[in-house]
Every structure is written in C-alpha cells, then in structure tokens.
C-alpha cells in the first residue's frame, strides 16, 4: 500500500482492507481533526472509522452509533487523541439544514476537538464547520464487484 497523502484514491476490495485503510489514516491524524464520512449506505463508512480507531489505539468497540448519534472513545495511551463517532444522518430529519446545524451544535463537539479525532458519518455539507480543516473521505461501492472505492482530501475553510 502507497502511504496517504493530502488526497487521493483506493481500491479497497475487502472490510480488512477498509480497516486497514482507517488505521493507515489514523496515522496521519491528530486531535482537533475532523474526518467525514461520506458515501451511501453499505459503501463502509464504519468500517473505516473502526479502522481509525483501531490506528488511535482507542478504548472500546467502535460501532456505528446510529441511535446514540454520538460515541466517544477515550484514548488507549496518553500519547494518542481519542475518538468522538458521530453518526449525522438522523440529525435534523432527513436533510441538511438548520435543524441539523442546531443539533450538531446541541453535540457540543467544539469542546471535545482539543482532545479527539471527530469522525463524522454523513456530516458532509454541515460537520466542515467544526474546524478550519477537515478531510473528506467519500466512499463507494462497485455495486458488481462489491469492491468499496476510497476517495480522500484534506479541505480547508474558506
């Protein structure tokens, strides 16, 4: 595997490989990043994050945290951020918008960036504002292959 720079692209034909991937990202990552998760359901947005997670060394099963909406994992060693995994698909109905925005903010995630990786699941078009950078990871699926597709980039605000 090449190593992960600012952006690009991946085959990732296996979950082990999506995992992989994560804690291969993971290694890039400090605390005060945002991560998004973006792609359609099935295309491997909590793999990857377990991935991540298993590459911050942190505490607890990451799973996705669809009906909690927010799980934060403590850090496995001193020298490594923790993890809070948010899954935004059920924040403000079924869209983006303020009703969303509203919530995400009622998360409170501001408070954990000095201390954690934030890996947003669906956050693309609202979690960007959490940070003056935050990477993109878009995600999909070979619907005849079943082989999932990495997309990544490092984005700043404007």
């Known amino acids: 595997m090449s190593g ?63 009906f909690i909406i927010a799980r934060e994992h403590r850090p496995g060693r001193p020298d490594r951020p923790g993890m809070v995994h948010v899954d935004a698909y059920r924040l403000g109905g079924t869209g983006s918008g303020s009703g969303m925005l509203d919530e995400l903010d009622a998360l409170d995630l501001d408070s954990d960036l000095d201390e954690a990786v934030v890996v947003v699941e669906w956050g693309e078009g609202v979690a960007e504002r959490l940070a003056d950078r935050h990477l993109v990871v878009r995600l999909r699926r070979d619907t005849e292959t079943d082989v999932r597709h990495a997309e990544w980039e490092w984005v700043s605000a404007e």
């Open 4 to 66: 992960v720079g600012p952006r690009g692209t991946r085959d990732l034909p296996e979950v082990d490989d999506t995992e992989a991937f994560g804690a291969e990202l993971a290694s890039t990552l400090a605390a005060g990043d945002v991560v998004i998760l973006d792609g359609p359901l099935g295309a491997g947005k909590t793999a990857l994050a377990r991935g991540i997670g298993a590459g911050l060394g942190v505490e607890g099963r990451v799973t996705s945290p669809t």
